[in-house]
């Protein structure tokens, strides 16, 4: 059994607003409840194929708290690591893809493959090289020296990958860069989504994606090289525990209650339940939808449904 939600968007044709329809994946604590607390990790990644590995990861973390367990730094590290990898993954894949295709561009199949293949076993450096190659045209760390609006759209105009061309397109077009709802829950201290561009744009979500893309790389080294302090749980109170972990999506988190080492109660709060659920960051998004021509509203939908979660499973209906 897979816990998967389901989001469907319904675009109006005429007057009117978007409708959004989620359907939450399956309550963990419905299965986990009374099973021991050390299955819990491995039951999790059964559970949620998306975003897999930062599912376990958060898991580990949340039980071993609860448990009163120190993992040694080098096994702390290994696993972010291999979070790590996993969010390189994700964000080349939808860029090479996803972005390709809303350009109309033919899917860029051979930078997919390469991504995927350094995102396995690929060193820091590797992995930096393959995001230069690929997506960014400049080495992560001179594309993070890109502090403000201008210097984005200079880099996006030169058109020199799918992601610069992407950028160029929303942000070229009509209430893209106009702030609508809340920073991106990440990566808000880099001057570029802190000063550079209006707070809570579909641009800004966007440039988050890159910044937390390009980050990566230089995380990676200082964890490998013990220069990092990797991911921790937390135990708010005697046999709970609670975890956060950074993922493609966004922030990743788990809580739990252990009784006698069986698990008592759980509780997963994906990126995709915050920004979707009633109230969420998507509602207030979607409201630029229904304001743009008819004509671009799918693809406008398509883009903010990108940027609040590239990952899950959906679908746009015009209606």
Same mark, same amino acid.
């Given at each position: 059994?897979?816990?998967?939600?389901?989001?469907?968007?319904?675009?109006?044709?005429?007057?009117?607003?978007?409708?959004?329809?989620?359907?939450?994946? &399956? *309550?963990? =604590?419905?299965? #986990?409840?009374?099973?021991?607390? /050390?299955? %819990?990790?491995?039951? $999790?990644? @059964?559970l949620?194929?998306?975003?897999?590995d930062?599912q376990?990861?958060?898991?580990?973390?949340?039980?071993?708290?609860?448990?009163?367990?120190?993992?040694?730094?080098?096994?702390?590290?290994?696993?972010?690591?291999a979070?790590?990898?996993?969010?390189?993954?994700?964000?080349g894949?939808?860029?090479? &893809? *996803?972005? =390709?295709?809303? #350009?109309?561009?033919?899917?860029? /199949?051979? %930078?997919?493959?390469? $991504?995927? @293949?350094?995102?396995?076993?690929?060193?820091?450096?590797?992995?930096?090289?393959?995001?230069?190659?690929?997506?960014t045209?400049?080495?992560?760390?001179?594309?993070?020296?890109?502090?403000?609006?201008?210097?984005?759209?200079?880099?996006?105009?030169?058109?020199?990958?799918?992601?610069?061309?992407?950028?160029?397109?929303?942000?070229?077009?009509?209430?893209?860069?106009?702030?609508?709802? %809340?920073?991106?829950?990440?990566?808000?201290?880099?001057?570029?989504?802190?000063?550079?561009?209006?707070?809570?744009?579909?641009?800004?979500?966007?440039?988050?994606?890159?910044?937390?893309?390009?980050?990566?790389?230089?995380?990676?080294?200082?964890?490998?090289?013990?220069?990092?302090?990797?991911?921790?749980?937390?135990?708010?109170?005697?046999?709970?525990?609670?975890?956060?972990?950074?993922?493609?999506?966004?922030?990743?988190?788990h809580?739990?209650?252990v009784?006698?080492?069986?698990?008592?109660?759980?509780r997963?709060?994906?990126?995709?339940?915050?920004?979707?659920?009633?109230?969420?960051?998507?509602?207030?998004?979607?409201?630029?939808?229904?304001?743009?021509?008819?004509?671009?509203?799918?693809?406008?939908?398509?883009?903010?449904?990108?940027?609040?979660?590239?990952?899950?499973?959906?679908?746009?209906?015009?209606?």
């Amino acid at each position: 059994m897979t816990a998967r939600g389901a989001i469907r968007l319904v675009v109006p044709s005429g007057a009117g607003d978007c409708i959004l329809h989620y359907t939450p994946p &399956l *309550d963990a =604590a419905l299965v #986990l409840r009374n099973a021991p607390a /050390h299955h %819990a990790p491995a039951m $999790v990644r @059964r559970l949620y194929a998306i975003c897999a590995d930062a599912q376990e990861h958060a898991a580990l973390l949340a039980v071993e708290a609860a448990l009163g367990i120190e993992a040694a730094p080098e096994e702390l590290a290994r696993r972010e690591i291999a979070t790590a990898r996993e969010a390189v993954r994700e964000h080349g894949l939808r860029i090479s &893809l *996803d972005w =390709a295709r809303m #350009l109309g561009e033919p899917a860029d /199949h051979a %930078a997919a493959r390469d $991504v995927l @293949r350094v995102s396995q076993d690929g060193s820091p450096e590797q992995i930096d090289a393959a995001i230069e190659r690929h997506v960014t045209g400049l080495a992560p760390r001179d594309w993070l020296g890109l502090a403000t609006g201008l210097e984005l759209r200079d880099w996006a105009a030169a058109g020199a990958s799918v992601a610069a061309r992407f950028i160029a397109r929303v942000g070229s077009s009509p209430d893209m860069g106009a702030g609508i709802g %809340a920073l991106p829950e990440r990566n808000g201290d880099h001057p570029l989504l802190a000063t550079g561009l209006p707070g809570g744009s579909l641009l800004s979500r966007h440039a988050a994606r890159l910044v937390g893309l390009c980050r990566l790389p230089a995380r990676m080294a200082a964890l490998a090289a013990g220069q990092a302090e990797p991911a921790r749980g937390t135990s708010p109170a005697p046999g709970t525990g609670q975890a956060m972990v950074d993922c493609a999506r966004g922030s990743l988190k788990h809580h739990l209650r252990v009784v006698d080492s069986r698990i008592a109660a759980y509780r997963i709060v994906s990126p995709t339940d915050r920004a979707f659920s009633a109230g969420g960051e998507a509602e207030r998004q979607f409201r630029r939808v229904a304001n743009v021509p008819a004509t671009m509203r799918p693809q406008v939908a398509e883009w903010t449904m990108q940027a609040l979660d590239p990952c899950v499973d959906y679908a746009i209906e015009v209606a």
